[in-house]
């Protein structure tokens, strides 16, 4: 999880600075590349191959990888305009929506304990956000976005992982990305990154997959109960980065807004466990 933590906030950084001279639109889509690239390497020295790729759900793989596409847009773009911390702040948020969202598409019933959450974690938003002070800003609302599509993200796999394996999800969503992205680059009639973006480029790419390693590792040495409240550790320390490179205040409304959030998150990921005990008894 402390790989996790760092290579996070590393992508988080590398994606502020990549956008110094190229768009999100651009930066996601090179990203997405440099991704597929390593997901072909990965399969090519599978002993299923490319076999695996193979998918009975063409259509959902499409809307999942759309709409983390339209999300990673959006938290790219976030970056530029608010503190990095408010970002992953409000990013928290993603288990909220999922509570909210998997009644309706899920069946899964929402318990007392879980609409709580949701009460308490929108709660910590306005928190964080303080719309009264300045109102809702685009950077506030581009998180809030971003979010909510990595929410619709995670429903989403859930659906395609009961039939299909791990790197087949991240084959397709590799090439939908990448195709996604290359026709907006088209379309903006944007050429090569120049040279300077070309590492922070590449280090959002290997910190994502990186991250991502990390954590699906760390799912798999330790329950599920104790890796997730980990990642809270992001909020401060991507808070310290944040002043320290680009002096960021450091506000206690973030941190008291973040904690209810947090907090949101354990109440739901409780109401998950203590279900889950239950039908083991049962």
């Known amino acids: 999880m402390c790989g996790a933590i760092s290579c996070f906030t590393m992508s988080a950084l590398a994606g502020r600075e990549a956008q110094a001279s190229i768009h999100a639109v651009e930066l996601t889509a090179w990203r997405s ?3 597929l690239a390593v997901i072909g390497l990965l399969l090519a020295l599978h002993p299923r191959g ?3 790729v193979r998918t009975g759900l063409p259509w959902t793989h499409l809307q999942r990888s759309g709409i983390h596409f339209i999300g990673q847009i959006a938290w790219f773009m976030a970056l530029t305009m608010i ?3 408010q970002v992953v702040a409000i990013e928290f948020t993603n288990p909220i929506w999922v509570a909210l969202l998997a009644p309706f598409m899920l069946g899964e019933r929402i318990t007392r304990r879980r609409a709580l959450a949701v009460v308490l974690g929108f709660a910590g938003v306005l928190i964080v956000t303080r719309p009264e002070v300045a109102g809702l800003g685009a950077g506030q609302a581009l998180a809030l976005l971003a979010a909510f ?9 859930r659906r395609i992982m009961a039939r299909d394996t791990v790197l087949c999800v991240l084959f397709w969503m590799g090439v939908i990305q990448s195709l996604l992205g290359f026709a907006g680059v088209l379309a903006m009639g944007a050429g090569l990154p120049p040279a300077s973006a070309w590492i922070w480029v590449f280090a959002v790419a290997f910190a994502a997959l990186g991250g991502h390693y990390c954590l699906t590792s760390a799912l798999g040495h330790a329950p599920a109960s104790l ?5 809270f550790l992001r909020l401060p320390t991507v808070a310290f980065v944040g002043a320290l490179v680009y002096g960021e205040t450091l506000e206690a409304a973030l941190f008291f807004g973040a904690a209810v959030i947090i907090a949101a998150n354990l109440l739901s990921l409780g109401d998950g466990r203590d279900r889950s005990v239950k039908a083991s008894r049962g």
């Open 33 to 35: 590349l440099i991704g």
């Open 50 to 52: 490319f076999g695996q």
């Open 83 to 85: 503190p990095l911390a």
């Open 149 to 157: 599509c990595f929410a619709m993200n995670a429903i989403l796999t």
């Open 227 to 231: 890796v997730v409240p980990m990642d």
